[in-house]
Antibody, heavy 119, light 108 residues
């Protein structure tokens, strides 16, 4: 069974750093893209970027380039999304999702990680 | 960046009725790289349709997708109580892979 299991909810202060994770199982992690999607409270879905764990090819949406870092450790089938300095506006639910190929729709999604940034 | 505009913003219908949701792109979507998702409160999105018209695994046949170029439609032929949710379209033919703003399907 394909599963993407994300790390738990986080509460952070502005200016702090954070790294959340997404662990894949039940499939060959290295040959599927992993994407990250943001959903701010009460709002829609926003595409942040994606990574190919096999060679760490990473593509960012221009809106998120320089704001976050996407990475992966294929040895433990885990992808990451990290911030070096959080802002209150980073408060959101973050989902990871698997893409069967470069031009494929995400078919499996993680359960989401809620990040709350508040002083 | 391709902008997707969904209409209507909210659709109020009764169980058993037919729902028609629209997604219009600011430029042509390559090779029908258009997907539809369903999202219920507190849940992750669920893939319904990919390639504009192909149903994902396990999706009932009351869900159908159509369209090409800049105009796409999701149709739910006969609404079941569990279909009331928010629906998003997404294009994945041109980076960044953008989403529409969503259509909320609510019980009338």
């Amino acid at each position: 069974e394909v599963q993407l299991v994300q790390s738990g909810a986080e509460v952070k202060k502005p200016g702090e750093s954070l790294k959340i994770s997404c662990k894949g199982s039940g499939y060959s992690f290295t040959i599927y893209w992993i994407a990250w999607v943001r959903q701010m409270p009460g709002k829609g879905l926003e595409w942040m970027g994606m990574i190919y764990p096999g060679d760490s090819d990473t593509r960012y949406s221009p809106s998120f380039q320089g704001q976050v870092t996407i990475s992966a450790d294929k040895s433990i089938s885990t992808a990451y999304l990290q911030w070096s300095s959080l802002k209150a506006s980073d408060t959101a639910m973050y989902y990871c999702a698997r893409l069967p190929g470069t031009y494929q729709a995400p078919d499996y999604w993680g359960q989401g990680t809620l990040v709350t940034v508040s002083s | 960046e391709i902008v997707l505009t969904q209409s209507p913003g909210t659709l109020s219908l009764s169980p058993g009725e037919r729902a028609t949701l629209s997604c219009r792109a600011s430029q042509s979507v390559s090779s029908k790289y258009l997907a539809w998702y369903q999202q219920k409160p507190g849940q992750a999105p669920r893939l319904l349709i990919y390639g504009a018209s192909s149903r994902a695994t396990g999706i009932p046949d009351r869900f159908s997708g159509s369209g090409s170029g800049t105009d796409f439609t999701l149709t739910i032929s006969r609404l079941e109580p569990e279909d009331f949710a928010v629906y998003y379209c997404q294009q994945y033919g041109s980076s960044p892979y953008t989403f529409g703003q969503g259509t909320k399907l609510e019980i009338k």
